[in-house]
């Protein structure tokens, strides 16, 4: 099931700021930051808290429960390159401000950025997302996370783990016995093991060898 299961519904306030926004022909997604857009921006952080239990849709890790930059909102398909999609619900959620850093504007989508006309509607479909989708895709079908290793188990989650640097800890402390010998990681690697499919040992040597 995926992470968020209800998309932000907007109220009328919120509403009739997107439309006055939206008809302004200067509006670019660097007004984002408006000071009139600060309400909606509260309610969408506060509404993906809730609707994410205070979780990271990327890393899975704790996100802050009340100062905003402990709780940036995320554009799944970055705003600076589909205006169209940045009051979007479904393009909308809130991440871990490590995740932010390190996905930026990475290119979410399979369809390339075009210039002139984009696409002005929204994709419904997993499918046509690269990375793994918190309202469309069951993060545990795509990612096996235990402990701070993560494990690609289809392309999607590949990509989110590179495009995010969800192995960051790794890559910044290198292995260490304490996680090694963490119980839950040797539970996944006997699974994984006795599924024949991924070498969670090279994985680490692999981490520690890129620090
Ligand atoms: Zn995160």
Known sequence: MPIINESIVYDEECLAIIAAKKSDPHFTHVNWGDDDLQDLRSKVRNYYRNAQRLTCVYCQERIGVRAAHAAPIEHIVPKSQYLAFIF???????ICPDCNEYKGKN????????????RV????????????????????AHI???????IDRTPKGHYTIGVCKLNRF??????????????????????????????????????????
Not at 88 to 94: A, G, R, W
Not at 107 to 118: A, C
Not at 144 to 150: E, I, L
Request: charged share 25%; hydrophobic share 40%; proline share 6%.
């Open 144 to 150: 096996m996370k235990a402990n701070r290793v993560y």
């Open 107 to 118: 290119e979410v989508m399979y369809e390339p950025v075009i210039k002139g006309p984009r």
């Open 121 to 140: 509607r929204y994709p419904t479909v997993s499918s046509a997302f690269q990375i793994v989708h918190p309202h469309y895709d069951d993060y545990a």
């Open 88 to 94: 979007e619900p479904k393009n909308l959620c809130v």
């Open 170 to 211: 790794f890559h910044y402390f290198g292995a260490c016995d304490e996680f090694i010998n963490d119980a839950e990681l040797a539970e996944a690697n006997d699974l994984f093991f006795s599924t024949g499919t991924v070498d969670t040992h090279a994985l680490i040597h692999d981490a520690a060898e890129t620090q």
